[in-house]
Every structure is written in C-alpha cells, then in structure tokens.
C-alpha cells in the first residue's frame, strides 16, 4: 500500500498567515493527489484535486503543488474560515489511501 | 442540487450485519465510480470500497474483503453496503461519496455519513 504522511500533524497560525502542508508518499504518484478540508462533526470537502486544480468553488487562496512523491497544499492569507483539519490522498492505486491529517488552529 | 443521503447505521453487536445505503440526487448516477469512506471516532479517513459505473468491479481495503459487499442500483440511484462479520474496529462514520476524473480519480461530492457502532 501507498503511505501517505503529511507534516506537521498540527500548526498554530493567525489569520492572514501563509500555511504550507506537506504530504509525502512512499512511491511515485505522478499527480494523483487530492486535498480535503474537515470541519468538525462535518464531511470532509474537496479542495484540490491532481495536486493543483482547484475544485470549483473553492476560493483562489487555496493552491496545491507537486508531483512524483512530495506535494504541498498552500493557503496564502489564512482566513478564519479555514481553520480545520487538512487531509491528503493518493488515488494512483488501490488500496486509496489518506494522509493522517494536519489540523489548523488558531494562534 | 447534487446530494447523497446515507441510511441505515446503528449500534450491532460484534459478528452482525449491517446494510448501509446512500440515495443519490442531483446528477447523472450510473454516469460516476461511487465509494464509501469511514472515519473512526477521534481518527482519520480511511477508504473502504468503490464500485464502478455498471457495477462490473468493486474493489475494497484489505480490512474489509470478505466481509463487504458494495452495490449499485442504477436504476434506483441507490448505493448500498453489506457489512457482515461487524468488529470493533468497523466503529465509525460511513460516507456515502461520488468520484470524478479529471487526470486523476477525486471525491467530489460526499453525504453527510451514517454512524456504525460495533458493540455488545
């Protein structure tokens, strides 16, 4: 199986700081890499698939990056908002796997 | 409105069934992949199982093969889960969810999850 491990596991941030998440996966993916965003007691929601395209909706401060093992996912001026845990996954083969998440919280 | 409605959790004693199912709304249902994805109290998500559009190839985490069973009514817009021989470990919040394609498979779209709660 794919392993998927993001850093960190959690970070403190104020709104309007620039957020960077990393996921690393054991083996090349190409860019079959996706990014959720979890509020508590909520279903998680698309933010990027395919490492950089942004899901419809999703507001242009969001962007992901990456390809092969190492991607990132960027928020550039945090919002309060966004304050959530963030996942990554790897849809390049079965079984699909999810990173362990990095949960955001405010500083 | 694109919408998935999950149905059917509850509390089961260890070596029960269940039988989870997801009404599809909003879209074109036999067009898309469909899965169902689990979160443990207090964990992560974790991918179960996914079955293609016809319903001709399902495939599951190793977790849960043999015990499992994903289907589709098309006709129904209907997405079920079988769950026999329940453990423990199968406690969780089950979402119903659809997968897109574009370069890479994705969950665009996901229900709001039934609970499962594995317990005597």
């Known amino acids: 199986d794919i392993q998927m491990t993001q850093s960190p596991s959690s970070l403190s941030a104020s709104v309007g700081d620039r957020v960077t998440i990393t996921c690393r996966a054991s083996q090349r993916i190409s860019t079959f890499v996706n990014w959720f965003q979890q509020k508590p007691g909520k279903a998680p929601k698309l933010v990027i698939y395919g490492a950089s395209s942004l899901q419809s909706g999703v507001p242009s401060r969001f962007s992901g990056s990456g390809s092969g093992t190492d991607f990132t996912l960027t928020i550039s001026s945090l919002q309060p908002e966004d304050f959530a845990t963030y996942y990554c996954q790897q849809t390049y083969n079965i079984p699909w796997t999810f990173g362990q998440g990095t949960k955001v919280e405010i500083k | 409105e694109v919408q998935l409605v999950e149905s059917g959790g509850g509390l089961v004693q260890p070596g029960g069934s269940l039988r989870l199912s997801c009404e599809a709304s909003g879209f074109t249902f036999r067009s898309y992949w469909m899965s169902w994805v689990r979160q443990a109290p207090g964990k992560g998500l974790e991918w179960v199982a996914h079955?293609?559009?016809?319903?001709?190839?399902?495939y599951y985490v190793d977790s849960v093969k043999g015990r499992f069973t994903i289907s589709r009514d098309n006709a129904k817009n209907s997405l079920s889960l079988q769950m026999d021989s329940l453990r423990a470990e199968d406690t969780a919040v089950y979402y119903c969810?659809?997968?897109?394609?574009?370069?890479?498979?994705?969950?665009?779209?996901w229900g709001k999850g039934t609970t499962v709660t594995v317990s005597s």
């Open positions: 969810a659809r997968v897109g394609v574009v370069h890479c498979y994705y969950i665009d779209v």
């Open positions: 079955i293609k559009q016809a319903g001709s190839e399902e």
